[in-house]
């Protein structure tokens, strides 16, 4: 019930606010008319600050603007999705090995871990179909959008992933009502005791008891004064407290990766975000699902112990270490951008302003891309130095283009010249190596996992998943995004310009440097969890 409402809330920021989306452009959606208007304005070059931008007067409408309250709201529901999810894992997990036989568990967990990864494929093609369509969809005629899902402006409809997962989510809470309260053993049990393996790992472990048994009642002050002295206790153990330091690296890496690899594979490739979303969902994490599963079923058939799960975890990560370094490999060229990335034609410096279209009075600070017939990508029909154009929408074309050639009689047409034929053939191969290191790497998932649960005391197997889900979450699914897209911003080559100024999101970026940042980042903690291991 929770979910449903943080699903409904953080939809209702957009369909309750009004909010429409705007970007700038150049082409216009003409209906019965056979004038179009020419890109470039005609004027002096002193008519442009030394920004490059033009003297015009501010865009009206942004007093009004609230940049604040929409992501506060956006992030309250985010908290209590972290509130209501957090219990799921640890409260289910411990639920499934005290009621399995200990040969069992290991497999119910794997099918556990398997089922939540299961879901974020279907959450990446519910959200490969929600960025196809528009965000502002049912609220404005689409003929009237001039840009395509491939162009960095667009912006998908996100909100409508909540509703339909808020819908899920209740239907999917109505079985948990008729579950028993206990279910019945898996055989015979007697007093929990640890085997002579797990007495090496566990101080004075022969036959444990619970300080409250499950038929006391135990009031909410006296858990309260044991909680502490019991946390301590749990962090004094150096084996929970290396696994922890392990997980939590690792997760730094796998959440920043997961994170942005979408946005890696429609920058660097020239993806769409619907399709990267769909890659990511039935490539990828497919097979991170079935490395888990595969892995309890490796530990029930080959009965691995905890030193043998252990072993097992390293010796994947240890694999998926060597075979990430073949990514540093797979990089492709920059995109070829007039006066960023390349000169402009028959000019001799990094220039957007230039001789070409110097009659023009162009802002630097646009977003609006055109490719020109030399299959270079001007920022805007203006600094290409476009004078005319026919059609409309996303069919315009302009023409006379002085900055595409020397003639001055080249055309252009909307949106970002597409990649080279190396680059495209690079691409297969990136997702097949992608999906390999993914699966060897989640191999060890569920023996880490059973490692876990195996080395610390049965009752306090519920506080040490509990605060190993808070650990991870606080200290890597916090800051990875962070510190990750803060590398990220730092390879970028253009930024968009919000509509009422200040800096919005990047365009484009320089992709070598930031290929081997990400996987520079993602290296280090796969070393680094070699280590601790």
């Known amino acids: 019930m929770l979910f449903l409402f943080v699903f409904l809330f953080s939809s209702l920021v957009h369909l309750c606010f009004a909010y429409s989306y705007e970007f700038e452009t150049s082409v216009r959606w003409v209906v019965n008319?056979?004038?179009?208007?020419?890109?470039?304005?005609?004027?002096?070059?002193?008519?442009?600050?030394?920004?490059?931008?033009?003297?015009?007067?501010?865009?009206?409408?942004?007093?009004?603007?609230?940049?604040?309250?929409?992501?506060?709201?956006?992030?309250?529901?985010?908290?209590?999705?972290?509130?209501?999810?957090?219990?799921?894992?640890?409260?289910?997990?411990?639920?499934?090995?005290?009621?399995?036989?200990?040969?069992?568990?290991?497999?119910?967990?794997?099918?556990?871990?398997?089922?939540?990864?299961?879901?974020?494929?279907?959450?990446?093609?519910?959200?490969?179909?929600?960025?196809?369509?528009?965000?502002?969809?049912?609220?404005?005629?689409?003929?009237?959008?001039?840009?395509?899902?491939?162009?960095?402006?667009?912006?998908g409809a996100w909100w409508l992933g909540y509703l339909i997962a808020g819908v899920i989510t209740l239907?999917?809470?109505?079985?948990?009502?008729?579950?028993?309260?206990?279910?019945?053993?898996?055989?015979?049990?007697?007093?929990?005791?640890?085997?002579?393996?797990?007495?090496?790992?566990?101080?004075?472990?022969?036959?444990?008891?619970?300080?409250?048994?499950?038929?006391?009642?135990?009031?909410?002050?006296?858990?309260?004064?044991?909680?502490?002295?019991?946390?301590?206790?749990?962090?004094?153990?150096?084996?929970?407290?290396?696994?922890?330091?392990?997980?939590?690296?690792?997760?730094?890496?796998?959440?920043?990766?997961?994170?942005?690899?979408?946005?890696?594979?429609?920058?660097?490739?020239?993806?769409?975000?619907?399709?990267?979303?769909?890659?990511?969902?039935?490539?990828?994490i497919p097979a991170v699902a079935l490395g888990m599963f595969s892995g309890g079923l490796l530990m029930k058939r080959l009965k691995l112990n905890i030193m043998g799960a252990a072993r097992f975890a390293f010796g994947t990560s240890l694999i998926g270490y060597f075979l990430s370094l073949f990514f540093f490999t797979m990089s492709c060229e920059n995109a070829k951008v007039a006066g960023v990335t390349v000169d402009t034609v028959s000019y001799d410096k990094h220039s957007l302003l230039t001789a070409c279209n110097s009659d023009c009075l162009c802002s630097a600070s646009d977003w609006d891309p055109v490719c020109g017939e030399n299959d270079v990508t001007y920022v805007s029909p203006c600094l290409a130095g476009c004078t005319g154009s026919t059609g409309s929408g996303k069919n315009t074309v302009f023409s006379n283009c002085s900055c595409v050639g020397v003639a001055g009689n080249f055309t252009a047409s909307t949106g970002q010249c597409p990649h080279t034929d190396d680059c495209d053939r690079m691409f297969p191969y990136f997702l097949a190596l992608s999906v390999i290191t993914s699966f060897i790497i989640s191999l060890g998932g569920t023996p880490g996992y059973m490692f876990l649960i195996r080395c610390i005391k049965p009752?306090?197997?519920?506080?040490?998943?509990?605060?190993?889900?808070?650990?991870?979450?606080?200290?890597?699914?916090?800051?990875?995004p962070i510190y990750f897209g803060a590398i990220i911003d730092t390879t970028c080559l253009k930024w968009g310009q919000k509509r009422c100024g200040g800096i919005g999101a990047f365009v484009l970026f320089h992709y070598s440097t930031f290929s081997f940042l990400t996987w520079l980042c993602h290296i280090y903690s796969l070393m680094s969890h070699l280590m601790f291991s």
């Open 33 to 155: 008319s056979t004038l179009n208007p020419s890109p470039c304005a005609m004027g002096s070059p002193a008519d442009l600050s030394q920004s490059g931008k033009l003297p015009a007067a501010p865009p009206t409408g942004c007093e009004g603007e609230s940049n604040l309250s929409m992501w506060i709201y956006v992030l309250l529901g985010n908290v209590l999705r972290g509130i209501g999810e957090t219990p799921v894992q640890p409260l289910g997990i411990s639920y499934i090995d005290d009621f399995a036989t200990e040969e069992n568990a290991a497999l119910y967990v794997g099918c556990v871990q398997t089922i939540s990864v299961v879901g974020p494929v279907f959450g990446y093609l519910l959200g490969s179909l929600c960025a196809k369509i528009y965000v502002d969809i049912g609220f404005v005629k689409m003929e009237t959008i001039t840009i395509t899902p491939a162009d960095a402006r667009w912006v």
């Open 171 to 284: 239907l999917s809470a109505i079985p948990f009502w008729f579950l028993p309260r206990s279910l019945p053993m898996s055989g015979p049990r007697g007093p929990e005791k640890c085997t002579p393996e797990q007495t090496s790992f566990i101080k004075d472990s022969p036959l444990l008891k619970h300080k409250y048994p499950a038929d006391d009642n135990t009031t909410f002050i006296e858990m309260a004064k044991d909680f502490f002295p019991t946390l301590r206790t749990l962090l004094g153990h150096p084996v929970y407290l290396i696994y922890l330091c392990v997980t939590i690296i690792q997760l730094n890496s796998l959440i920043g990766m997961v994170t942005y690899k979408p946005k890696y594979i429609e920058q660097h490739f020239r993806q769409s975000a619907s399709k990267a979303n769909f890659l990511m969902g039935v490539i990828n």
């Open 459 to 480: 009752q306090l197997k519920s506080l040490a998943l509990g605060f190993h889900a808070l650990a991870t979450r606080t200290l890597a699914g916090i800051p990875a």
